[in-house]
């Protein structure tokens, strides 16, 4: 066998060194690379410890740091998620900027967390979700100013959307009323949504009030109505400074605390202090004992306000309320009807009725469909009692009726999440899943983290996992 000569040897091993220090470093690459899912485990825990493991041997790799900071996140390890979101800033896209954002003001670095989200709101490409989400946090911050500087950014960037007037309106509303109601006058043209009219009608009703401190409190119950409890508080703390004799005042922040999971006994004490008779306190304190889960200290403020307008509906509906959560239906179906009689043109009365009736199951044949029907002939265009008769005809079995008056509900008012959420409720129980589920996705586009729109994404979660 011939030999090798020695210089051939020679570049034979270099040519071997070379390739192993070329192909080594590939193979690494190709090992770690198997070590990354596209998709990492469904369980936080277990992605935590998988990206640990990488960045432990890659601890230069950003976009490692950037998946590892929105698991922390998840896992709420604030101060680990916030390093490694800094750590790959120039990564982020918007939604882990506002999560950011959000771990920032849950650290209480408020001056940081105003400041980034006064970038924010000049952002390109930021969406409406994630607009109306910038300007609730800056609610939530108490950076009220900032707030309306991001509802101002989201209209230049698209004057023609009724979603950036109205959180305009909004934001203006505590500070500028006049200026909110403009601007909500051109959300409601631009929709044509009967909540937005709505609102706007109970804003000029409120500013019409002559007295200051009756106009401040009537901002704020339009601002309840509307369920921007944030917002209420911040006008009802404003009446109750600059008006501390006014019982009623302290009543409403009290009520608005209480909608906030705040405590709200220190302003209800003053409220009664200033005025145990007046009707707006004793309705306060009836649902604050009622939240306490002591209905029957609840009774006590009702059954006095109750002797004193024998001819107001409310205080039977509330002490029916109140006597449900003893777990006296029949007391209440009692009250519910009695406040019906009392005011048979208020169709809120029929309508709380109805809902009674139907969810309790009392008499649903001859009370709760009765009771939405009249609903109904007060009210027959409203999308809201088109879609308690069809709820009501639902749970009473009668389908392609339900279906009938939930379809017209929709196309009534195609932005009334709750509707949404019932038609696709009824079609489910029809085997109809591929029209249900786009009933669904609609609810949850409408009303996102709101009652309706986390029943929608139950309901999703359940059919189609």
Known sequence: MRRLKPAWMML??????????????FRNFKQTARLLPARLPADPQAAYTL???????????????????????????????????????????????LKLLELYRAMSEMDTARSMARDLANW???????????????????????????AASWILMDPENSAAWRMAALAAVPFEPPVALDQMA??????????????????????AAADPAARQLAIGRAL??????????????????NSPLIAEAWALLGQAQMQLGEDALAALSQAVELDPDSPMVLL???????????????????????????????WQVRIGQALTAQGDLIGALARYQQAAELEPDN???WSELAVFSAVNGMNLDTV?????????????????????????????????SAESFLRRAVAADPAYALAHLHLAQLLITGQRFSEARAELRIAIELDGPGVVGQAAERLLADYWK
């Open 224 to 241: 309840g109505i509307q369920g921007e409890w944030l917002l209420a508080r911040q006008v009802f703390e404003t009446a109750a400074g």
């Open 368 to 400: 709760g469909l009765n009771a939405a029907r009249r609903a109904l002939l007060l009210q027959p265009d409203d999308p809201a009692t088109l879609d308690l008769m069809g709820w009501t005809l639902a749970i009473a079995g009668e389908a392609v």
């Open 186 to 207: 051109r959300a409601a043209a631009l929709s044509g949504s009967p909540a937005d009219q709505s609102f706007q009608t109970d804003l000029a009703a409120a500013l």
């Open 284 to 314: 306060a304190l009836a649902d604050y004992w009622l939240a306490q889960r002591q209905p029957q200290a609840a009774l006590v403020y009702l059954e006095q306000a109750a002797a004193a307008h024998p001819e107001q509906g409310i």
């Open 124 to 150: 390109p490409g930021l969406q409406p979700g994630q607009f109306e989400r910038l300007i609730r946090l800056q609610w939530q911050m108490g950076d009220w100013s900032g707030a309306r500087y991001s």
């Open 12 to 25: 034979v091993a270099i040519l071997i060194v070379f390739g192993l220090a070329v192909c080594s470093p």
């Open 347 to 349: 169709v809120s009365y």
């Open 51 to 97: 990206l640990q493991n990488l960045i432990h041997s890659q601890p230069g790799r950003k976009d490692l740091r950037l998946r590892l900071a929105r698991v922390e996140a998840r896992l709420n390890q604030m101060t680990a998620a916030v390093a490694d979101f800094e750590a790959s800033a120039d990564l982020l896209l918007v939604e882990d900027r």
